[in-house]
Antibody, heavy 124, light 108 residues
Framework: QVQLQESGPGLVKPSETLSLTCTVSGGSISSYYWSWIRQPPGKGLEWIGYIYYSGSTNYNPSLKSRVTISVDTSKSQFSLRLSSVTAADTALYFC??????????????????WGQGTLVTVSS | SSELTQDPAVSVALGQTVRITCQGDSLRSYYASWYQQKPGQAPVLVIYGKNNRPSGIPDRISGSRSGNTASLTITGPQAEDEADYYCSSRDSSGNHVVFGGGTKLTVL
């Protein structure tokens, strides 16, 4: 059973950099896309970005200038860095595994495993 | 378009049938996936692809697609189906992921 676990500081000061790590256990980090997704209190889900196990990345255009996602396959971990944070970045941050493939029926994209989420508050 | 549009809230009487919809241009090319989220919990995948349920998801939950609209149907909802439901897919470029705004389902 694949498990994902987020870790990192729960409190970050405005203008500083938010850093989180997701540790994958029970399965390989290879051959999958790994995403960070966040949810501000009382609001919906927002995709932040993904990294393929090989290291290629794509980010939400609205956050692209501040986001970096990296992977360490030797540790089965991938990480998020979000710079210049403000109160608007206060959210529950999830890591998740994306299945993405194509067959004769079309393109498939879905998140089959999620971490439990970690609340990050931006405040001085 | 990179957006997925959902109705903010839907209610259904216990035992009736409810359909939650998700609209977006990307759904013409990409199957939507659907997630159930209860307060304080991580989202749970309930439907993916044409109409696939992960293990443990009851068969009263089903999915479909027509044109640019994906639908999640719950036939005979139970009290435990009361939750927020989100749709998601890749955008039309295939490079980004998008989520709908979510639908709060109330079972009366």
């Amino acid at each position: 059973q694949v498990q994902l676990q987020e870790s990192g500081p729960g409190l970050v000061k405005p203008s500083e950099t938010l850093s989180l790590t997701c540790t994958v256990s029970g399965g390989s980090i290879s051959s999958y896309y790994w995403s960070w997704i966040r949810q501000p209190p009382g609001k919906g889900l927002e995709w932040i970005g993904y990294i393929y196990y090989s290291g290629s990345t794509n980010y939400n255009p609205s956050l692209k200038s501040r986001v970096t996602i990296s992977v360490d396959t030797s540790k089965s971990q991938f990480s998020l860095r979000l710079s210049s944070v403000t109160a608007a970045d206060t959210a529950l941050y999830f890591c998740a595994r994306e299945m993405y493939y194509y067959d004769s029926s079309g393109y498939y994209s879905y998140y089959d495993y999620w971490g439990q989420g970690t609340l990050v508050t931006v405040s001085s | 378009s990179s957006e997925l549009t959902q109705d903010p809230a839907v209610s259904v009487a216990l035992g009736q049938t409810v359909r939650i919809t998700c609209q977006g241009d990307s759904l013409r090319s990409y199957y939507a996936s659907w997630y159930q989220q209860k307060p304080g919990q991580a989202p749970v995948l309930v439907i993916y692809g044409k109409n696939n349920r992960p293990s443990g998801i009851p068969d009263r939950i089903s999915g479909s697609r027509s044109g640019n609209t994906a639908s999640l149907t719950i036939t005979g909802p139970q009290a435990e189906d009361e939750a927020d439901y989100y749709c998601s897919s890749r955008d039309s470029s295939g490079n980004h992921v998008v989520f709908g705004g979510g639908t709060k389902l109330t079972v009366l």
